[in-house]
């Protein structure tokens, strides 16, 4: 008897990674992302150093980097459920080519972008918090749910493929204009570049650059500074606490700020498409549920300085908005192909008949 189907395996996966993204950034709000100074282990040790020889041991290899216990282990932690996620996706991709009719392609891309996952989480600690390694390991994690949850949608389709044909006729979007997919499409798109400007927010650590609302207090837009933007900054022993100065952290998180304004007027704009189109009432509402609670977890961040949990559910209502995004779009393209189908089908059976 099989302990996990290759669907439970999928669904488990995917929670999985939701808790791999919880616990990064968890890691990274408890300045615990140099916890440990090298990769994988931590101190030369598999486990976060215990007994007085090891401490003193990790003392003399790292002499630089003090070992701070509480901090080591919510980098070790996170790295174990990371290693988790990367060993399961391995196992998704090695049972899908022993079966038939499992998705193949999208398994392989989850594996490289895990791999490459990997490599943005080592680069991360050699090379001391470098923003734009930060930003990417952040955009990877959230890809890789997005594509665990396709890959959900996937199975949930291909089991349900016998009676789609004709529940398509009853619950497939009607009327899902090129309009609507277009929107659709363009707010994944912005609520990605979203994603993006948090992320970069966060590595260079200017989310507590303002701290009035609805943009910033003093002259931001004389001070308004685009190299903050460029990617690659001068080299620095370190980047944690940020190298940036004032004006520059106001300019990004000034840029987050609108952006997030941006990105609230889009989604409510395919909100309201969305409430009204039959069969797509019910990713208008889970839309509409994430983006309220986000935003007020936003003002929340501005008003109250940044408190660790709310910060940590910021990011977490992130990768739930991605993914309600996500499966709107999957739900509008592929919703709109199979009732095409059935209605090619309906007709041949017509012909036969």
Known sequence: MRLFSFKSL???????SLCVIALGAYTRLTEAGLGCPDWPGCYGFILVPQSTEQQLAAQQIFPSSPLEVEKAWNEMVHRYFAGSLGILILLINVLAWRRKY??????AFLLVTVIFQALL????VTMALMPIVVMGHLLGGFITASLLLLLVLRVRQQERKSTAIFSSMLHSPRSSSSYLKVLAL????????QIALGGWTASNYAAVACTQLPVCEGDWQGNFDPTAFEPIQPVHDSYQYGVLNYHQRVSIHVAHRIGAMVT??????????????????????TLTAALIVQVSLGITNIVASLPLLVA????????????????????IYCGQQILQGSHLFAREGRNHG
């Open 121 to 124: 989480g080592m680069w991360t």
């Open 102 to 107: 499992a998705p193949k392609l999208l398994p």
């Open 264 to 285: 609230t007027a889009i989604l409510i704009l395919l909100i309201s498409f969305l409430l009204r189109t039959a069969g797509l009432r019910k990713y208008g509402l």
């Open 10 to 16: 999928i669904y488990f996966t995917f929670l999985l």
């Open 312 to 331: 940590v559910g910021h990011n977490v209502m992130g990768v739930v908005l991605l993914l309600s995004i996500v499966a709107t779009n999957y739900r």
């Open 186 to 193: 363009g707010a994944l798109f912005v609520v990605v570049g």
